[in-house]
């Protein structure tokens, strides 16, 4: 998650409902595709549009506002549809982050909680 959080920053995991998330939150998750864990950053909800592009990230064609690099040149413009308990997240160094721009959403089924980084 850098530039966001140095590696070795320790978090604690907050146990809550996929639900009780909001945008921005950052998730700790198990893929089932690969059963690895990640911490990533909680862009889209479901039932949203999220699209891809060099000019940042749209959600239901709104530009998302975020304080560190949008997206790299290398993404191509990808359009993303939620369904129904499907979440969209990225890595703060998009450059360098294996997230939903590879692996596409996540279900809410593979949320664990919310990561806060501890102080």
Not at 28 to 51: A, D, H, M
Not at 69 to 95: A, C, Q, W
């Amino acid at each position: 998650m850098e530039p966001s959080y140095p590696e070795g920053t320790q978090m604690r995991i907050e146990e809550v409902k996929p639900t009780e998330l909001t945008r921005g939150d950052l998730i700790y998750f198990k893929l089932e595709l690969n059963s690895q864990y990640y911490v990533k950053r909680l862009i889209g909800l479901p039932g949203e549009t999220i699209k891809l592009a060099p000019a940042g990230i749209y959600i239901d064609g709104v530009l998302l506002s975020e304080h560190y690099d949008v997206i790299p040149e290398s993404y191509d413009t990808k359009t993303f549809i939620l369904s129904e308990d499907t979440y969209f997240v990225l890595g703060d160094n998009r450059p360098n982050s294996l997230d939903s721009n590879n692996f596409g959403a996540i279900l809410g089924s593979e949320i664990i909680g919310r990561a806060v980084p501890i102080d």
